[in-house]
């Protein structure tokens, strides 16, 4: 599958704990987006990195942290986990860079629970 | 800021009766429009553009800049159009990021 891959699929851990996402765009993307999906919220953006910069930043808490690696794939570290840190995290990724984002491909996101 | 607005969390219709899916954006340049779907146990995917004016699985969506919406339209409604649709927004400028709202549930019902 040459599509956008995120690992785990679900992780559970316990307040206070520190976990990474980990995200490989599409073959030939470079640019790579997270976002976050909460109960009744919808696609809320983090952060956006293209060919290995951060290019646009979005409602990212400081205990967030991201990065792109040059092998392109991606990791959202999420530390100091509260409560409300449970949500559905979503790598997309996309060919554009400055010209905007255009068409994203979405993977399946990656669940956190944090009990 | 830009923003995005789905007012119908959840939207029921018919097979065969017309459905409207209603977004309103707040910007102040020129956006770019989008919907997604996301189906059943599949990704988030698009599912038409602005800038395309083109009709997908007969699903079409006019920007209308007086009014800052974005509606998405089908005429007669299928059972396998039953989704979540989200509209989103790509801002212009250096830094764009594209802008979901919260999202519609459609359930087609037979």
């Known amino acids: 599958d040459s599509g956008v891959t995120q690992t785990p699929k679900h992780l559970i851990t316990a307040t206070g704990q520190r976990v990474t996402l980990r995200c490989s765009p599409r073959?030939?993307?470079?640019?790579v987006y997270w976002y976050q999906q909460s109960l009744d919220q919808g696609l809320q953006f983090l952060i956006q990195y293209y060919n290995g910069e951060e290019r646009a930043k979005g409602n990212i808490l400081e205990r967030f942290s991201a990065q792109q690696f040059p092998d392109l794939h991606s990791e959202l570290n999420l530390s100091s986990l509260e409560l409300g840190d449970s949500a559905l995290y979503f790598c997309?990724?996309?060919?554009?860079?400055?010209?905007?984002?255009?068409?994203?491909?979405f993977g399946e996101g990656s669940r956190l629970t944090v009990l | 800021a830009q923003r995005v607005t789905q007012p119908e969390k959840l939207l029921s219709v018919f097979k065969g009766a017309p459905v409207e899916l209603k977004c309103n954006y707040s910007y102040s340049g020129s956006p770019e429009l989008f919907w997604y779907v996301q189906y059943s146990r599949q990704r988030l995917q698009l599912l038409l553009r602005h800038i395309s004016r083109e009709s997908i699985k007969g699903f079409t969506a006019d920007l209308n800049k007086g009014e800052t919406s974005f509606h998405l339209k089908k005429p007669f409604a299928q059972e396998e159009d039953s989704a979540m649709y989200y509209c989103a927004l790509s801002s212009s400028g250096s830094a764009r990021q594209l802008t979901f709202g919260s999202g519609t549930q459609l359930t087609v019902l037979p």
């Open positions: 997309a990724s996309s060919s554009r860079g400055a010209g905007g984002p255009g068409e994203l491909f």
């Open positions: 073959s030939g993307d470079l640019s």
